[in-house]
């Protein structure tokens, strides 16, 4: 079952910096929600297990993910991606288009999926309005996540001179949990009666 999800995300942060974040892989996938472990293979590929629950079913896909492509210039870059359940219970392979593109003083980055499902997943892919929500979930937080790993700490006050080692405060991040599939259902629902409301 093929599907094809675009998405955009929107940081306050200039395109050169979300470019060159995206570049670092392994450190762009400890990004993603549900992450449990990444492990780098070279500077354009990683592998590792990412936890999804689509309704009743939590799903763990170990899979790997590689650019293909990576233009510079322009801020675009193309990506394979592929994931099988560690429980024989479907497959998932993606090609995947990134764009990032100057927005007044930020920018915005397009991320374009066309995703084969196979198994028991692969039910899923016949609700085009539910794996669009998925996608959307997925990726405004992984955004959230991406944003809050790039922001610049906050400077010391230079009045005062404290030489006690002090506990780091890392920005805080969208926790990695399981994608719900309640919540995306519901998400799902109000965007097809949205749609049913604005074809009357």
Request: hydrophobic share 45%; charged share 20%; proline share 6%.
């Amino acid at each position: 079952m093929a599907s094809h999800v675009t998405c955009q995300f929107k940081l306050s942060l200039p395109p050169q910096q979300v470019w060159d974040a995206l570049k670092d892989v392994e450190g762009v996938a400890h990004c993603f929600p549900g992450v449990m472990s990444v492990e780098a293979l070279d500077e354009h590929a990683c592998k590792g297990v990412v936890q999804v629950r689509l309704g009743p079913m939590q799903l763990e896909f170990a899979g790997q993910f590689l650019y293909t492509e990576l233009d510079e210039a322009n801020w675009c870059a193309a990506a394979d991606a592929q994931g099988q359940d560690r429980r024989g219970r479907g497959r998932a392979e993606s090609k995947i288009l990134l764009k990032v593109l100057p927005e007044g003083m930020g920018s915005v980055t397009t991320v374009e999926a066309k995703t084969e499902l196979s198994g028991t997943v692969a039910q899923f892919g016949r609700a085009k309005s539910v794996i669009q929500a998925v996608a959307e979930t997925l990726i405004g937080d992984f955004a959230k996540n991406l944003e809050a790993k790039l922001a610049p700490e906050p400077a010391a006050p230079l009045a005062v001179a404290d030489l006690t080692p002090a506990a780091a405060n890392p920005p805080a991040m969208v926790k990695r949990a399981p994608v719900g599939g309640l919540g995306l259902a519901l998400r799902a629902l109000t965007q097809w009666l949205r749609g049913m409301f604005s074809r009357a």
